[in-house]
């Protein structure tokens, strides 16, 4: 079934994308054209097909959950867009009794 | 003296018996990129200040007496989606624009503490998301063979570096093909190692299943060099294998010795005749085909119908769909780009992530939330999956009969800058040689046969010199087959000859 502009705007909308009306034309050729592509799949009989993982060990591959000290602390609040002393700053999003929302990037949020 | 133009094992040997110093030839190094890169492009930062500091550090290392490490001064360059502490780190984003992480890749850190020193972070295509390196936020990479031509990519900043000579050696990521296709392009090694050979801690994600890194060098007692650093095991990629240790330290025999394959099984896929290649590419398979049957290898052909008719759209909804999880984070909250003129907490998302990506990034998301989506999960995304077994279970049934396969990396040879097709799709479809490989997370090694001219390939191209494009080929084998791939090249490399410093108007 071929995707029209208003389902591909819900699914940017969903990615949180906005498109300008000339992406909204090219995302509609590309995912018509994707999705022709993946209809191949529809040849195969895979009822009986396990989904693909590399099992090659039986061994767990996850290291313990242990806490560690991060060497380079002061270095996780370096970022020069939002370098605020010892503090992250993020835009502030509140919102009010009646669900508005205000973004400011003015004020620290303290960590 | 024209360090730029050594291998690895050369400087490191050179520097560790103070024939010359690190700093020394990390300048030269430098004073070479600087006069290619306003042609090339190929680096999106330069790591001049920190570089040197470095290199002097291995100098008064080595002044001090102390045991220096395999790859004491030499100069390397990394692509620019692998994290370098307190170096900006973009992955071609606009995104990531001014992003310093806090830490280093994996990859970073075993490189440096063998004493490689970092020249520079290299050009790539948005998140890895391309095949030209023009889908970057920083503009395209030319090819260092000809300039009006794209390097390859997602690596291609990596790849023409490394032909270029700013260093001997450079690390790249492959998720589909974008180690081998532009060392194919830029005529060097490049190899895409197993799946879990080595750590993808530190390497920004974008297919996770099939990323990996792996080196480009000129020279392949350099790529066995460098391997036997990267393939380490490591705690923190819960994906790399423990027993995935490789000794890649043997010797690589006799290189002027006559080509020795004697008891190689190395096959032709059956599937793929069919498909059309450029003359020289085709040249160069019966070229190479005929060296390796000269050399006593026995040639059979298996057979992957799969592979040939489904592997492209598997790999493309897996990895959309991957990539949707994966870039999900950016977000503009915690790092990255961030607005001051959004009116909800929704519109920022929108307007960081509307503004921060390009629209190959913005329309793999797409699709990938589309495959995603509870509605069409089980018939696309799951069924790509199930897919991925028969795939990689057709390439486990031939390798129980083969050593390796031969194989083109492209069926074409470069094209121009900004010459890409309108149609998405017809540029996925050229990823069929590259991209099943990572499907299955089998080993490729991509090398130069020779160099085309309008005529067909010049063969013997080291006593020919030509400004010809480079024609690659690619050897692809069972998992954790990577060091038989580079004995196998070996062998070649005694008719076909070494990858020689691209000179396309540098």
């Known amino acids: 079934m071929k995707l029209g502009e208003d389902d591909v705007r819900a699914i940017a909308d969903e990615a949180r994308l906005s498109l300008t009306d000339a992406e909204l034309v090219g995302a509609v050729r590309y995912i018509n054209n994707f ?56 835009p502030r999003i509140v919102e009010d009794a009646v669900g508005n929302r205000d973004v400011s990037c003015e004020p620290a949020m303290g960590a | 003296m024209e360090f730029h133009a050594l291998g690895v094992h050369e400087i490191a040997a050179g520097v ?49 007496g102390e045991e220096m490490g395999l790859l004491a001064g030499v100069p390397v360059i990394l692509k620019d989606n692998m994290c370098t502490h307190g170096i900006r780190t973009t992955a071609g984003s606009r995104i990531l624009g001014y992003w310093s992480p806090p830490y280093d890749a994996t990859v970073w850190r075993l490189l440096s503490s063998e004493g490689a020193v970092l020249l520079g972070k290299a050009n790539m295509d948005e998140f890895a998301m391309g095949n030209t390196t023009g889908t970057s936020a920083f503009g395209p990479t030319a090819n260092p063979w000809d300039l009006s031509r794209v390097p390859g990519g997602s690596s291609g900043g990596s790849a023409a570096s490394v032909a270029a000579a700013y260093t001997p050696l450079a690390l790249g990521s492959d998720t589909g093909g974008s180690i081998r296709q ?49 393939a380490h095991h490591d705690l923190k990629d819960s994906t790399s294998v423990a027993k995935g240790n490789i000794d890649f330290s043997l010797p690589m025999g006799d290189k002027n010795g006559n080509v020795n394959l004697k008891g190689k099984r190395i096959a032709l896929v059956k599937d ?38 489904y592997a492209v759209a598997c790999y493309y909804a897996i990895a959309a769909s991957e990539a949707h999880t994966n870039l999900a984070r950016y977000d503009g909250v915690r790092y990255g780009l961030m607005v001051n003129t959004a009116t909800s907490l929704k519109d920022m998302f929108e307007q960081v992530r509307s503004q921060g990506f390009g629209s190959e990034v913005k329309s793999r998301i797409i699709a990938g939330t ?72 089998l080993p490729g090694l991509s090398f130069c046969t020779g160099y085309a001219r309008d005529s067909g390939p010049v063969p013997g191209f080291p006593s020919e010199p030509t400004s010809g494009l480079p024609v690659g080929l690619q050897l692809v084998g069972p998992r954790w087959s990577d060091k038989n791939l580079l004995d196998i090249a070996f062998e070649l490399q005694k008719v076909l000859g070494a990858p020689q410093i691209a000179r396309g108007g540098i």
Do not use: H, W
């Open chain 2, 370 to 441: 589309c495959l995603t989506e509870p509605v069409r999960s089980e018939e696309y995304y799951v069924a790509a999956t199930r897919v991925r077994t028969l795939i990689a279970a057709e390439f486990g049934k031939a390798f129980e009969k083969v050593d390796a396969i031969l194989q083109p990396v492209t069926p074409s040879l470069p094209e121009k800058i900004g010459e890409s097709d309108e149609d998405a799709m017809k540029g996925y479809e050229s990823d069929l040689y590259t991209l099943p490989v990572n499907m299955a997370g």
């Open chain 2, 182 to 230: 532009p060392a194919s392009y830029c005529g060097i090694y490049g190899l895409k190692p197993t799946y879990g050979l080595v750590s993808r801690y530190g390497l920004i994600a974008y297919g996770s299943s099939l990323d990996q890194i792996g080196p480009f060098t000129r020279d392949l007692e350099d790529m066995a060099l460098a391997m036997q650093i990267l």
């Open chain 1, 35 to 90: 999705l022709e592509m993946v209809d191949r799949f529809k040849e195969l009989d895979l009822k009986d097909v396990e989904p693909f993982c590399f099992a090659e060990t039986n061994v767990c591959p996850l290291r313990k959950d242990v806490p560690a000290v991060f060497p380079d602390a002061k270095d996780i609040l370096a970022e020069r867009t939002r370098d605020m002393g010892s503090f992250f700053k993020v």
């Open chain 2, 16 to 64: 560790r018996a103070k024939k010359f110093t690190a700093l020394d030839v990390f300048n030269e190094c430098l004073d070479r990129t600087i006069a290619c890169e306003s042609k090339l492009s190929a680096l999106i930062t330069v790591t001049a200040d920190s570089g040197r500091a470095q290199a002097r550090e291995v100098d008064a290392g080595i002044a001090r």
């Open chain 2, 272 to 309: 793929f005749q069919d498909f059309t290649l450029d003359p020289p590419i085709a040249d160069a398979m019966r070229r190479v085909l005929r060296v390796m049957e000269e050399g006593g290898a026995e040639i059979s052909e298996v057979s992957l119908p799969t592979v040939a008719r």
